[in-house]
């Protein structure tokens, strides 16, 4: 058997209760040896231990170019020979380099540590020895059973064995795996069913010793293949039978199952892909530029060594002063130790203060991102948190946001809102769910709130009796549903396995049909009081091919009835002739798909009892049949059934969206990014909350895969594309075409890209042009696979925002995740570099914080490596000059404390503080973040100007000194004072003219940093210090005599303005050229971003008729065989009573309803006219 | 309805600084205030540089090559290096009065005193009068460091051994005599080089310091002899010394040698003939070298400076050209021609 099993690919083995078996075989690990084949459950997410850390880290930060270049000197430095500047110049700034690079690691890996041991730790209920005892999830081992509480987060992949519920059924959120709403039901087999539910339960359990053999641990979520071996028999598993790590049991008091993956090997975290190190765009460029630097030093360095040989070698040979100095005698070896020196002397154009400000600069804007009081979102307390802080920059150069649908974009709650019975529209969506002034609906004991419709001349209608329509259209919303009632507390409690039907039953019993209970062939109905029975028939169960369900019930007075629910479409096309309110209703449907509601028609039918019976003796034959002809067989029987429906009205309700997402989109978009959304769960949905979160326009064209396969296989994509686009909208500018287009596809089809790779690349090249991308179905791994997809295509920076665990793989993948935080678990948030509350804190998060990052950011590296090199360079000038002999035309201590004291303020505080538009500008013209995307202000083309501009002023730094000094008295101390000062002046003025936002810290900078020049000058120019320590401070007095000579002041005076005059020149021209747009933007004021009131096309109706169920089967199946029907009657004195109230508050109503007389005229007779209208 | 204002723990502060509100000044700069700045700036740069034009100009210098390369010079005689002690006479002449306090200069061309290796070939321990340093100088010194016979060299390195050794002493002819003019040589030096980076031992005589040391290979005198006229100028504190160990920033340089302000030369050198009497022992031949004396006044920038007044007024002018381009350029841009 077990060579069978090694064919069939079920591989896996696991033993029911026997621990020490699996123990015994755990995988373990010591450095890099692994053996084992069961991990534990212990989710390890960090990267070091103590004994790694130092190893690893340092190895980590030796991988940047300029770390190791620093490496370098630091080891030249050390040696005399060709030390041209002292030791502590550079050792310093490196230790503190590694050491802030690698404890900010250390302290991001222990949070990691920390949010593992919290998931590790949580409580989880495990047999051992005949009796449950709580353990954390990290003891969990595989073959161990576990009893789940209602509501609590299944540890581990897990077998269901049985449950508390009938039939062992049991059902599971899975919004956090896959992103769909609907509960899904799993059910244990029926032989450990049988077997286990026998109280005791513990000691069944104990008992049982099952092996289950089957596929090793994989990726797939929606697909399980496994053999239960338990007494001698062998049972098929399939993915029925399994709860998913991650997922979370409702509707279930407790679930006993037993672990058959843990921790690494379940199936969530086989999806959720690597934690990598993610680098800026910025920073890659930046390394690109400090190996251009460094390369073009060494051959600076070169280059002056060759100089250095032949000038020892040519001049120095004739000196004899000089002469001597030759080491060794040799002018080759001196050439080589000169090189060296060079080496050293240049260093400074790479200062690695840079990256420390770098990081510094960094981390100040990640705590603005965390300070920002409007990005905290007073519901939950929760503010933004920057938790990678080395991406800031990055948010200003977003190409691509690619985000989740379920949490993130709707707030996975379902309004019923709008209908429309018999041709009348009643409630208003135009007005938010909040303000619809909430209707008294005291009369009716069982209201709970939760309904958010104004519409009392519905109500008035309703209890007057007086429409038959309205009272069978909410008759068919309590009966034609698959929900379970529960009593709690007086009142029906319903679970329902989607949303929608919730709403909706929920809807139909503030209205006063309440839906009490359901029995297997019996259905309790409340009707305004009055307490109904109806014998339930048949249920046509919905399925995403059928789109509608309907129930044949049989009314108490005896007469049969079809009750039908379903997409518009398919509704309509099964009406019978000549049906009353049809356009009336159409019209109503385009209503709401305008408001972006889903709807959905409801029906009816007077069934004959001839054809019932007819009918029933079909179906009961059916039931005889082989799975596969009985599906057919069924599909036509149930055609059959749902014909001459009479159409009674049709139901709108709102997926709700999270606060301020269509406005967010559209400025989003405004800005220039792409919006494509990811999501688990269906077609229809994520159509719908397309359109209404306006990421598509209600003129959007859909391309679907059939089309796009066409385009795609056609030879030239890009014209048929556009063709294909143009006929269809009559436009002839290619852009609107692509505009106006999105494409919507689903996982299997994306699957395609992958054995295609050339499609995915003409792919990405159409999706460039579309409005947006949807796609639904996908599974975590395919939503990181469309991120690297995007990655790999384009080189827009990609942004992935999430909440579920389903969204961790695709926020690890894209150059920036985006976790929203409050979702339980938290994963997606462990895992993101941001964590935001809420989606629309992005408009904030990227068009403020983030273009401030990029701005600030992009000056501050130019800054930095212009004021670097432009100083470090004049050493290649002055080497013309002193016979290449690395000689430093600075005092060491000027050296050391330039880029640090006397210029690295002002841009720090530039850096931390520069706004060139106000946050409220930012957000009002949106258009000001495309020059982050387009990268104008960071790109190689930039930095090559800023590196020119430095030569140019190393060159004016040393040149007009020399001019002066030459043929002069002046000594050489005292030019390195003034060039020193004419350097630090130029620095500063530099940093002035890039300041637009002057806080009273820039101002205090500069001043200081200009202060700090000639104090510390003063400083270590005094005759104490050089008492003190002759080699070190050699330069006594020299800023005494030269700080009061006119020469020196003139002369730096000079140099400093002649190298900042190009920058001056731009400056003026920039301001003389773009005067007018400046002054647009920052006085101007402007319309806040206005949504486009859309103007709906008749043309191309774009309605959207949809249900949230998931792809497969309903639960029907399980509501007619009963299997999960617990008695769930209401007591019946009770009933009794609750009747006797509602005839009392009838009665208030009548006198109220007298009142509402004239007002109810009123508003029939507009709605009459809007209908009219439309 | 009394609303209660909840408690946030998580709630950022609301300041200023963690909102980014700052009062700040955002300077809006328009053409307006861009190019008149531009202008002034210009004109500016222009006045200074007139004025350092002018004061250059006003200045005298007399400058005289004595290192005898062409076959006329005087001290022709004096470029072969196997000559010793030679001695060569500069005749020279003013037509006017050569305004006082005159600077009497000696310069060097083609000579690196600032060649790093030769700049490190010193001992500022030693030369501050660390009389460990006497009995073993630094490292930095080599190949300065001791003589062949193991003695240590002081003072050491290859900047004190490389020291100017030429001599001066200038007559006026009057009716054929020759009238000394006194040179002043003290302080020619800067005062925290004599009295802070330059000190003798605290031994006296101070020639006992320099038992068991020997002088450096070029002199011909050791330190403690340097100025046999004045006891207190020896040593390293000796002003030729101090002088020459101010090493210079680029090959071509001018090293004060003396000044005149004492007696009749008080307010300068009459108009008549001179003659400068040269010791001429320093070779520069060798590697193309070139000697020369100076004889300059000085304003209040110094001596004279053409350089920084003619860059002041080419800067300026850029600047003043640069607005009017600006001028033209938002001249069309403000109003396109075809409007």
């Known amino acids: 058997m077990a060579k069978e099993d090694v064919e069939s690919g079920l591989t896996w083995e696991v033993r029911a209760n026997s621990r020490h078996y699996h123990k015994h075989k755990q995988k373990r690990s010591f450095l890099c040896f692994r053996w084992g084949r069961y991990v534990d459950n212990v989710v390890r997410s960090y990267k070091y231990s103590p004994l790694t850390f130092l190893p690893l880290t340092l190895f980590e930060q030796f991988q940047r170019a300029a770390n190791i270049y620093y490496l370098l000197m630091v080891v030249m430095q050390c040696i005399p020979a060709i030390s041209s500047i002292p030791w502590y110049t550079n050792t310093i700034p490196l230790l503190i380099v590694l050491s802030v690079r690698g404890l900010k690691d250390l302290a991001n890996d222990l949070a990691r540590r920390r949010s593992d041991s919290q998931i590790n730790s949580r409580p989880c209920d495990v047999l051992i020895s005949q009796s449950f005892s709580t353990a954390q999830w990290k003891d969990l081992c595989v073959g161990d059973v576990l009893r789940i509480h209602k509501d609590q987060i299944i540890p581990a992949d897990v077998l269901l064995l049985c449950s508390s519920e009938p039939h ?4 599971v959120e899975t919004a956090d795996i ?258 619809t002034e909430p209707m008294d609906l005291s009369w009716n004991p069982f209201s709970c709130g939760g309904l958010f419709m104004s519409a009392p001349r519905l109500v008035e209608r309703l209890r007057e009796q007086q429409c038959p329509d309205s009272r069978q259209f909410f008759t068919a919303l309590a009966l034609c549903h698959t929900v379970m009632a529960e009593w709690r507390k007086e009142a029906p409690v319903y679970q329902a396995a989607s949303p929608d039907e919730e709403a909706l039953v929920g809807a139909a019993r503030e209205l006063g049909w309440v839906f009490l209970s359901r029995r297997r062939e019996c259905i309790t109905v409340s009707e305004l009081g009055v307490t109904r029975q109806y014998q339930l028939l048949a249920l046509l169960d919905f399925t995403s091919k059928r789109r509608r369900m309907s129930v044949l019930v049989r009314e108490p007075e005896g007469r049969l009835k079809l009750y039908s629910k379903g997409a518009d479409i398919v509704i309509l096309e099964r009406l019978q002739r000549d049906c009353p309110y049809q356009e009336s209703t159409e019209s109503a449907l385009e209503l709401f798909a305008q408001a972006c509601l889903r709807t959905l028609c409801v029906a009816v039918r007077s069934v004959p009892e001839v054809l019932w019976e007819q009918w029933s003796k079909t179906l009961a034959h059916s039931a005889t049949m082989t799975t596969c002809d009985r599906d057919i067989l069924l599909e036509e029987l149930y055609d059959v059934m749902e014909r001459d429906l009479q159409l009674l009205g049709v139901t709108a309700i709102e997926d709700r969206l999270q606060d301020g997402i269509p406005e967010t989109i559209a400025m989003l978009r405004q800005a220039g990014l792409k919006v494509w959304v990811l999501t688990g769960d269906k077609k229809e949905t994520a159509v719908n909350i397309g359109y209404s979160c306006k990421l598509l326009d209600p003129d959007t064209r859909l391309l679907e895969w059939q089309e796009l396969r066409q385009i795609l296989q056609s030879p030239d994509p890009g014209v048929s594309f556009f063709k294909a686009r143009q006929t269809e909208l009559w436009a002839v500018d290619r852009e609107t075409a692509g505009e106006k287009t999105a494409v919507v596809l689903t996982g299997p089809e994306l699957a395609e890209f992958a054995e295609r790779p050339e499609w995915a690349t003409t792919f990405m090249g159409l999706a460039r042009h579309c409005q947006s991308v949807l796609c639904c179905r996908v599974t975590p791994g395919q939503k990181a696979d469309i991120v690297t997809l995007v990655r790999k295509h384009t080189s827009s920076v990609t942004m992935a925002i999430g909440d579920g665990a389903n969204d961790v793989n695709m926020i690890k993948t894209a150059h920036i995740g985006v976790g929203l935080a409050g979702v339980e678990g938290g994963q997606a948030v462990q895992n993101a570099d941001f964590s935001l509350a809420q989606f629309r804190f992005l408009q904030r998060l990227l068009l403020v914080h983030g273009r401030w990052s990029y701005h600030r950011i992009a000056f501050f590296l130019r800054y930095y490596l212009y004021k670097t090199c432009g100083f470090a360079l004049v050493h290649i000038w002055f080497g013309f000059f002193n016979g290449f002999s690395a000689q430093s035309l600075y005092e060491n201590w000027f050296i050391a404390l330039y880029t640090t004291f006397y210029t690295a303020l002002p841009v720090q505080c530039m850096a931390i503080f520069e706004q ?224 006797k109230d509602l005839t009392d508050s009838q009665g208030q109503i009548h006198i109220k309803e007298n009142n509402n007389g004239p007002s109810y005229e009123k508003l029939n007779g507009t709605s009459k006219q809007m209908n009219h209208d439309r | ?92 002449s003013l037509d006017k009065l050569f305004e006082g306090p005159v600077f009497f200069y000696y310069g060097l061309s083609n000579y690196f005193q600032n060649y790093r290796r030769y700049g490190v070939s010193r001992d500022d321990d030693q030369l501050s009068g660390d009389l460990a340093n006497f009995k073993e ?196 841009f403000k109003f396109p021609e075809d409007e």
């Not at chain 1, 062992?168 to 059902?171: D, T, V």
């Not at chain 1, 062998?234 to 998913?244: F, G, V």
């Open chain 1, 178 to 435: 896959d992103g769909e709403t609907n509960l899904k039901y799993r059910q244990a087999l029926a032989a450990t069913h049988d077997e286990l539910t026998s109280e005791p339960s513990e000691e069944s359990l104990a008992a049982f010793d099952g092996v289950v053999l089957c596929e090793e641990p994989n990726n797939r979520l929606y697909s399980f293949r496994g053999q239960l071996h338990w007494r001698g028999q062998s049972l098929l598993l399939d993915n029925e039978h399994i709860l998913l790590r991650g997922t979370v049991l409702r509707n279930t008091e407790i679930a006993y199952g037993m672990a058959i993956y843990t921790g690494a090997d379940s199936k969530i975290l086989r999806n959720s892909g690597k934690l990598r190190v993610k680098t800026t765009q910025t920073e890659k460029i930046l390394n690109r530029a400090v190996i251009v630097i460094v390369l073009f030093l060494l051959i600076a360095a070169l280059l002056l060594a060759i100089g250095c040989g032949v000038f020892a070698s040519a001049v120095l040979t004739r000196i004899e002063v000089l002469s001597a100095l030759l080491v060794d005698g040799n002018s080759i070896y001196t050439a080589f130790l000169t090189f060296w020196g060079y080496v050293i002397l240049l260093s400074p154009a790479m200062p690695m203060s840079l990256y420390i400000s770098f990081d510094v600069v960094h981390m100040v804007h990640s705590l603005f991102i965390g300070w920002d009081i409007e990005m905290h979102w007073e519901q939950t307390d929760c503010p933004a948190q920057a938790r990678n802080t080395s991406l800031n920059e990055e948010l200003g150069q977003v190409g691509y946001l690619l985000s989740d649908k379920t949490g993130t974009l709707t707030q996975n709650r379902l309004l019923f809102r709008q209908c429309c019975i018999a041709g009348e529209i009643y409630g208003d969506a135009s007005i938010s769910a909040e303000e």
């Open chain 1, 916 to 1139: 060139d538009v106000r946050a409220e500008g930012s957000l009002r013209w949106p258009e000001l973040y495309k020059v982050g995307q387009r990268q104008e202000l960071f790109n190689p083309l930039v930095l090559s100007a800023t590196l020119m501009y430095a030569v140019y002023t190393s060159l004016v730094l040393f040149f007009i000194p020399l001019g002066v000094f030459y043929n002069s008295a002046l000594d050489y101390q005292t030019m390195a004072v003034t060039v020193g000062m004419a350097a630090v002046f130029s620095a500063n003025i530099e940093v002035v003219l890039l300041t637009r936002y002057w806080t009273k810290f820039n101002i205090a900078a500069v001043c200081v940093s200009v202060l700090m020049y000639f104090i510390c000058t003063r400083i270590t120019h005094s005759p104490r210090l050089f008492q003190n320590s002759p080699a070190d401070y050699f330069f006594p007095g020299v800023s005494d005599k030269a700080f009061v000579d006119p020469v020196v002041w003139l002369t730096a005076l000079l140099t400093a303005w002649t190298a900042v005059l190009p920058s001056f020149t731009v400056y003026a021209l920039n301001i003389i050229l773009t005067s007018h747009d400046k002054h647009k933007v920052h006085s101007t004021s402007h319309q806040p971003v206005v949504l486009k009131s859309t103007k709906f096309n008749r043309g191309n109706s774009a309605r959207r008729s949809s249900y949230a169920v998931s792809q497969g089967h309903g639960t029907g199946r399980l509501i007619t065989s009963a299997t999960s029907i617990r008695s769930t009657a209401p007591p019946v004195d009770e009933k009794v009573t609750t009747s």
């Open chain 2, 137 to 332: 100088p630094s490292e930095d010194c080599t190949p300065y460091q001791y003589d062949s016979n193991n003695s240590p060299i002081v003072p050491c390195g290859s900047v004190a051994n490389s020291k100017f050794n030429d001599t001066f002493e200038l007559y006026q002819i009057v009716n054929g005599a020759k009238k000394l003019v006194p040179f002043d040589g003290k302080g020619i030096a800067w005062w925290t080089d004599y009295n802070v980076k330059f000190r003798n031992p605290d031994v006296v005589p101070l020639r006992n310091a320099f038992n068991g040391t020997v002088k450096p290979i070029f002199w011909s005198r050791p330190a403690y002899e340097l100025d046999p006229s004045d006891p207190a100028n020896n040593g390293f504190v000796n002003q030729d010394f101090l002088v020459w160990m101010r090493r210079a920033a680029l090959p071509d340089f001018r090293k004060l040698y003396r000044r005149i302000t004492e007696g009749d030369y008080a307010t300068g050198l009459p108009a008549g003939n001179y003659s400068l009497e040269i010791a001429y022992n320093y070779p520069v031949l060798s590697f193309d070298g070139r000697k020369k004396v100076v004889f300059s006044n000085v304003s209040w920038m110094g001596g004279k400076n053409q350089f920084l007044g003619i860059a002041y007024l080419v800067i300026g002018s850029m600047c003043v050209v640069m607005s009017m381009v600006m001028l033209i350029v938002y001249a069309k």
């Open chain 2, 1 to 92: 309805m009394v609303k209660e204002e909840p408690e946030f723990v998580n709630r950022p502060d609301n300041t200023a600084f963690t909102q980014q509100r700052l009062p700040a000044w955002q300077p809006m700069l328009s053409a307006g205030i861009v190019i008149p700045g531009f202008v002034l700036i210009g004109l500016a740069f222009i006045g200074i540089g007139i004025a350092l034009f002018v004061t250059s100009q006003n200045i005298q210098v007399l400058e005289k090559d004595y290192t005898g390369v062409e076959l006329n010079s005087p001290c022709y005689k004096c470029s072969d290096s196997n000559v010793k002690n030679c001695e060569c006479k500069l005749d020279f």
């Open chain 1, 168 to 171: 062992s059924l049991c059902y």
